[in-house]
């Protein structure tokens, strides 16, 4: 077991390494020829234009002022600058709130680090059980609760503090659920006019043999809701049309690779194989057969698109039905409409950018089997992953490889390679697999037919969480894998199982440690480094890049991806509620995590992220709810622990805190939650009046005909959907300031504060 | 161990003692004098008028007609004769969807039974495992799953039977589901005009300093449903003035009491003592004492109904909303009026018959608290009820009562009397508390603030449904309390429970098969004698009744008791699937069950009980629940068995019926669960379209106006409350036969079936 010592020498470590990728990143991003990489938020926002082309040539790609060198962590206080309005206003809702989950981590843990020091280590620490046993300990050890001797009164100390750090962590969560709550409805009704408030989608629109779908839906709306109904868009079925475009996008990028380096190399005419990843078949110039490829497909493309349009096969049961009215779309988008439950189902529409549009002619029946096969094969995948991994393993071997590639084996046999090789081919598979992970959930979720990428992104989360939550938490305290656990689980009694996982945990407790350092600290330093796309913009705009829209296009800024980021960061709320009581040596740790974490991603979310979509932090009871689920699990652990510790008088004490902390979880989804699923009449009233009042002879049906019309169909050129989507969030005009960056603090100006003030 | 001949013998005394009620039942019931005891359901609803005061004076009181006692088990195909559409116009749907519930019964367990006789009897009975052991077995457990020998490949025709009951109870329920919840929208839809229909009822109205709660209420709804709010009802707070009504009900009724014994005995005026239950204090004149009373109260309730009507403190922040259309009451209902979801919750309003008035004005905050408490509470009622029953035993004993009424000692000591109080005593704390707990479960729902009668029926039920299956179920395999399978299931491992249950259930069927005949024949042939409210009746008839109205107050029909009933059945359909695959030898008992409990209750459905509300078969998802409940606990206590009985090859295709079988229920739910708790659009809009088109000039505020006004401020009397309610639901005028009993049968003739065709 890892002594003091040995943690501080990982902790210097890790620190080192954070600074250097830190270091790295200062002297990266002042490049400008890195701009784009680093500050994409500012071009897509049009408040950032291209540095390239003034100044001298040197200038255009290496910093040659000195003086930015040495100011080189300057970016973490104009990072925190930003007030939240402004970041709304700048970044949306979502990346607002998605920052607080940071903040809500400090605000729950500096408070209960500060007290566990000053009371639950020193009663720990002078307890002086292990110094008289034989048994081997180090310091961390004989401050964790491993050093309270059996049955001793000391431990009525635990038991106040689990009662202490409980309340306090359902105080700022109850008050947290209320701020985020208050937030989204403020941002809700300060929106300006969106598509989405007014529109419902209507799925499972019952096939009729008189009527076809899309006079049936009006005429249902026109006599069910009378007064309200408006307009309607069917969905089409634009899943092939959509393959042949982004085939014709990737033929278009050879063919531009291609352009290129002929140009440059003006000598010999580039030339390809016909053949599977052109390795074999007859040779051909390539760029006329790109330029070929792309003009068929081009071709393929319009006459799709006519099919489309003109045959009625393509028009799915689903359509995007628009009201009058707020309070009309509000009405119809959650009540059921007809006497089966299965057929016209209304729900709000998502964003226009939100809609997974491929996932809208799901039919129900098929809806609930989906589901069902989606259960099962998630509970073989977090259980059962190890067994296809161990058969690639035991395949991956060096005699493997060399019968495959022998030319390779002298290189091998050396003696060096070898062990390395060995040393790393085994967790390689499981490496990639973990990589994919992520994408595979999402895979599964779009199986199951959700129709909006936020929901997609929920529901991913969640499954990611509960892999983690077994495969990582459970997986590193009870080694072994989860299937082996969930065997030895079945034939433990339901008492014994927070026994064992709690007697582990203080045994865990360095490992742990070193885990929040790799994995949080280092982490948290290597994503604002941005290496992947670093790399992938430069290689992308060197042999692609030839106009500005390619430019914008090879930025890449990416999201937050919720889907993978916040079940990371409910580990680290799992493991510091579980070890505050017993050991809480871990809790600064996870307050320098949280700390480092949300100046980091504030910076990320200010300069680089650019969010797809904006669900008005829907995502919230999500992570209350699972805060909550890791302050049961710690609760449940205590009574593990302390039963074995034969302080079972104890236990009816804490029964209690589990269930409060239940009741208090559905006390707060009770009176919080309908906020987050449910749009009240009276705001709806409210917005419909004022908005009469405001501009009564407003063309609403124009507005929103063409809303929810399939990316595709937008304009005649196929790949400028992202500039019509934003045509789409018709924002209040403002003057927006294209500034020239200055260079070390690309921040909005306090001028543009007002825009957030404007969005009313 | 019982033999197959102690079955026999028992099911010999059970089927007397059944036969024996029978007999006296059909002789009670054709006496005139006992008329209203039998037939009160035919008086209520006006079909049947008093037999008293025509024909000879014999003829009155006893049925001199001799031929009448031979037929004297023709009520049964009597009750069996009223086809289903007049039953629900007669009784109402939750009745005739009760009485469904045992033909679910025998839709089920025929088949099965059927199945099992055929295939795993044959399979158990060759077997002959217990043959050559030296345990000691009887002839039952030769015909059980017992008598395969371990690792058996017979254990698959156990398996093939398990999924072929499974897939055959889905079948039913499924097909079962659509049909309640067809006729459920058919009676909703052919309903004539009902208030309930129009009419929200909105809870937490917020206090305005500004205005007064009703006014609150108008403007709140004129403003957000501008189109369609049409009137409104305040609710009072007239909790104390109920209880002075029921005070001077009492004082009335002892008033009458003394009046009839004098003018029977006109030589002497009756007195009474002033104190406490009349046992001490000064004598008075009974007869001037009460009217006295009376007038008191008289006057004591007009001043506090003035009180009600003037004193705003008296009005709760609730209100009876009514829309012009259902459309528009739909809409209010089924969506979120503010932004604050804890105040202006809105709801349908239940039908006035099924308000529970008092719960009006529970505050949101304090309804989870409340929920809280009562979740609490019936877990410490569940499982450590025995505690305080043991200690009334133990204060119980011989010596105490000795102790205590001194004088009864020579009686106690006789040695007969001794051994026989002795063998009683201990069970009677028990049995006091096994009949009032209905009671006390009805009056936890009551706390928890529910406001309708209907619900705090069902959510009764579903309490009283997990008590039985712990402490009835659970109780008599694992012989023990409640508390200490609590500890020992804690201490097993979550195999282990199915397995100990598993391997006990073969060992309890003769048991059960006891308990079924007792419990379920016997207690069915119980119910029909009515001997409780005969007694009453007659005892009421001779002190109380002066006028026609007393007569028809000492009636008391009573109805069929959801809350106390459907948990009833709901334990024989979980023996019933719990034993089909092990030891189908019981199954028989239960369709016999079934059978007869169907009969009864749909002759006393049909005679005698009177439905207090109607929720339109409300409660239907929640039989379909708890019957997939059983099913799944059948399957997993199956599972358990076979890995006693080492067939653990077997298990991974025991798992997938669980699985499948929770699916189902999902899909269900989804599929049929909205019909029972949302009201489509589309219905709306037709029946209002209808309406509107031949009903045009209708008065609809004047019909809606008193809808919903306390029982107390209907009339001036405030004794006539039941005919006020039955006035409320305007059924179509029809010609009411008043027919005279014909009195073996007294059903409805073939002419009043076109009253049901009429209800349209």
Known sequence: MASLEDIGVAAAINILSACAFFLAFSILRIQPINDRVYFPKWYLRGLRSSLLGAGAFANKFVNVDFRSYIKFLNWMPAALEMPEPELIHHAGLDSAVYLRIYLLGIKIFVPIAFLAFAVVMPVNWTSGCLQGSKLTYSNIDKLSISNVPLKSDRFWTHLVMAYAFTFWTCYILKREYHIVASMRVHFVASEYRHPDQFTVLVRNVPPDPDEPISELVEHF????????????QVVYNANKLSSLVSQKKSKQNLLDYHNLKYSRNQTKRPSKKTGFVGLWGSKVDAIDFYTSEVARLSEEIALEKDKITKDSNYIMPAAFVSFRTRWGAAVCAQTQQCRNPSIWLTEWAPEPRDVYWDNMAVPYVSLSIRRLIIAVAFFFLTFFFMIPIAFVQSLANIEGIEKAVPFLEPIIEVKVIKSLIQGFLPGIALKIFLIFLPSILMLMSKFEGFISLSTLERRSATRYYIFQFINVFLGSI?????????????????????????????????????????????????????????????LKNFFLVKTKRDRIEAMDPGTFGFNSGEPQIQLYFLLGLVYAVGTPILLPFIVVFFGLAYVVYRHQIINVYNQEYESAAAFWPDVHGRIVVALVVSQLLLMGLLSTKEAAHLTPFLIALPVLTIWFHRYCKARHEPAFKKYPLQEAMMKDTLEKARESNLNLKEFLQSAYIHPFFKGCDDSDDDEMMEEWVQEPVVVQTKRQSRRNTPLASKQSCSLSSSGD
């Open 221 to 232: 709306f026109l006599v069910n809701h009378p007064d309200h109904y408006l307009t309607h």
């Open 478 to 538: 009870i080694t072994g894998t989860a299937f082996q656990q969930l065997d030895e689980f079945t034939h433990q009694s339901a008492n014994d199982i927070p026994k064992i996982i709690g007697v582990s945990i203080p045994m865990k407790a360095t490992f742990f440690i070193t885990y929040i350092m790799v994995d949080g600290w280092a982490g948290c330093a290597a994503e604002i480094l941005r290496l992947k796309p670093l790399i992938f913009y430069h």
